[in-house]
C-alpha cells in the first residue's frame, strides 16, 4: 500500500518556466512533509520541508504548497534550470525521525535549455 | 565534516551468496537508517539503530536480512544467501538528537 501518491512521474520543463509536482497522503496523522532532491548516483538531498500549520514555505525558487483538508501537498519550483534536473521525491511522516519517512515514488526532472 | 559514508558503491554477488553493505554516519550522529530503492520505486524504510540497539525493524525481511550497530566501526547490513529480488540500491541515512537526517550515496547492489 503506497502511503504516499505522487505525480507525474516524469515532467520536462523548458528553461525559465515552472515544474509543479503533486503529492497526496492519506494518513492524517502525519505532520512532517519533507521534498528530497536525488541525482543520479546520489543519495536524497533535502530539499525544503513543511508542517501542517502553514499552507506555504517558500525557499529561494521552491515552494511548497500545503492543503491539509485536502490532504495534499506539491512542490514548485520556479525559473527552472537546466540544473534542476534531477529525481524528486515527495515524504511524509509523523515526526521527523527517518524511521517513520513514507517515499512517493519519484518525479524524474528534465529541464531543456 | 564528511557526510554520511557508503561503501562499497557497487556490489555483485551471485546468488546464494552474502551482501554486506557498510555505513558510517556523519560525526556526531547516533541514529543510523537504512532504506531501499528499487527501481522506479520510492525509498522504502528497512531499520533504525543505535549504538548496539535495534530501535525499529519493521521494514526489514523476515529472513536473511540483518543489521547491525556496534559500539566501534560502521553500521554493517547484511543479505545472507542473495537472490535476484535483492538487487535495489540501499541508503543509509544518519541524524543527530535534534534530527535532520543526511542520507549517503548507497550502494547498488546487484544480484547475478
Known amino acids: 500500500q503506497q502511503q504516499v501518491k505522487q505525480s507525474p512521474q516524469s515532467l520536462i520543463v523548458q528553461k525559465g518556466g515552472i515544474s509543479i509536482i503533486n503529492c497526496a497522503y492519506e494518513n492524517t496523522a502525519f505532520d512532517y512533509f519533507p521534498w528530497y532532491q536525488q541525482f543520479p548516483g546520489k543519495g536524497p538531498a533535502l530539499l525544503i520541508a513543511?508542517?501542517?500549520?502553514?499552507s506555504e514555505k517558500k525557499e529561494g525558487r521552491f515552494t511548497i504548497s500545503f492543503n491539509k483538508s485536502a490532504k495534499q501537498f506539491s512542490l514548485h519550483i520556479m525559473d527552472s534550470q537546466p540544473g534542476d534536473s534531477a529525481t524528486y521525491f515527495c515524504a511524509a511522516s509523523r515526526g521527523t525521525g527517518a524511521n517513520n519517512l513514507f517515499f512517493g515514488t519519484g518525479t524524474r526532472l528534465t529541464v531543456i535549455p | 565534516n564528511a557526510g554520511v559514508m557508503q561503501n562499497p558503491r557497487h556490489l555483485v554477488r551471485r546468488r546464494g551468496q552474502e551482501a554486506r553493505l557498510r555505513c558510517s554516519p556523519m560525526k556526531g550522529h547516533s541514529h543510523v537508517y537504512w532504506y531501499r530503492q528499487l527501481p522506479e520505486e520510492g525509498l522504502k524504510f528497512m531499520v533504525y539503530?543505535?549504538?548496539?540497539?535495534?530501535?525499529?525493524e519493521s521494514g526489514m525481511p523476515k529472513e536473511r536480512f540483518s543489521a547491525e550497530f556496534p559500539k566501534e566501526g560502521p553500521s554493517i547490513l547484511r543479505i545472507q544467501q542473495v537472490v535476484r529480488g535483492d538487487s535495489a540500491a540501499y541508503f543509509c541515512?544518519?541524524?543527530?538528537?535534534?534530527?535532520?537526517?543526511?542520507f549517503g550515496s548507497g550502494t547498488r547492489l546487484t544480484v547475478v
Open positions: 513543511i508542517r501542517p500549520d502553514v
Open positions: 539503530l543505535q549504538k548496539e540497539n535495534i530501535i525499529d
Open positions: 541515512a544518519s541524524s543527530g538528537i535534534q534530527g535532520g537526517n543526511t
